[in-house]
């Protein structure tokens, strides 16, 4: 009797890190996604192996199956695998695969089939169970796992998508933070604070170079109330302009204006 295909087949070691939560929403993702597909495109274009991991992807397979669809919006060829540590949850996605999208069980390990190196790994909402201890070898781990010009998207959002924050790692460490929003959702820049990612959240305190920078982003907004009459996407826009002058924004009005902005992450990097 033939083998089964190598992506059904079970580790050959314990998968590293441990079962989340699980919760999960349709579009919860969609601003990571947005960007991902806007900042990677070039990346992916040029792929001779376009594959990208969605890695814990939680009880349900929407944010895969989205992340997929998305993605062939810039590389038609591209490929997602869900992994996903509780088998319970892969067995309850496998329904859902087809041609470009397949589902496996593992962790930090990111088994993929033949030593593939997956282009992107989006790791959302996963690390936040973890202590700030354990980010940065979870983070190494990840990134030896890249292909060699590939993109680690590791971050934080609320149930629905609103609010969200975001970091860009290459093989090299850590690039960017982005922050996101429904913009209509925000009363201050700095309500983003509750969505940081592990490594950053737990040092919004004075002293850390976050704290800072979303103290200087709210002084923006507040100084760049004028501009809410003409709705909160031009606020933001004046808010980020007058930031950039202080702080290193990697983007511009044309990220800006999907309420987003992204900062060097030298410049929010913890002391320490």
């Known amino acids: 009797m033939p083998a089964p295909p190598t992506h059904r087949s079970a580790p050959a070691t314990r998968p590293v890190g441990s079962a989340t939560r699980g919760t999960t929403n349709p579009n919860r993702l969609r601003r ?9 495109a070039a990346t992916l274009l040029r792929s001779s ?17 989205e992340l997929l669809a998305r ?25 859902y695969e087809r041609a470009g999208l397949t589902f496996a069980h593992g962790g930090f390990e990111v088994p993929l089939p033949g030593g593939r190196r997956p ?16 980010v940065a070898a979870v983070w190494a781990r990840l990134r030896a796992r ?6 680690l998207v590791e971050g934080t959002c609320d149930e629905i998508g609103r609010r969200h924050v975001w970091v860009a790692l290459g093989p090299e ?19 983003l604070a509750e969505r940081l990612p592990k490594a950053l959240i737990h040092r919004n305190v004075p002293g850390e170079p976050v704290h800072a920078f979303l103290r200087d982003f709210d002084r923006a907004w507040a100084s760049a109330a004028p501009y809410a009459a003409l709705g909160a996407r031009q606020r933001w826009i ?33 002391r320490g």
């Open 32 to 40: 990571m996604d947005r960007w991902i597909a806007a900042a990677h």
């Open 49 to 65: 192996d376009p594959v990208a991991v969605d890695l814990g992807y939680g009880a349900a397979p929407w944010t895969a199956v």
């Open 71 to 95: 993605l062939r919006t810039v590389r038609p060829g591209a490929e997602v695998v869900g992994v996903e540590i509780d088998p319970a949850r892969v067995a309850a996605a496998r329904p």
């Open 119 to 134: 282009v992107l790994i989006r790791a959302a909402n996963v690390l936040r169970q973890y202590n700030e201890e354990e």
């Open 146 to 151: 890249l292909a060699p010009d590939g993109l």
């Open 173 to 191: 460490g850590p690039r960017t933070v982005t922050f996101a929003a429904r913009l209509a959702s925000l009363d201050r820049p700095s309500d």
């Open 238 to 270: 004046h808010s980020a302009a007058a930031l950039a002058t202080a702080w290193p924004l990697t983007d511009g009005p044309r990220r800006w204006r999907q309420g987003e902005l992204t900062v060097r992450w030298e410049a929010l990097a913890p």
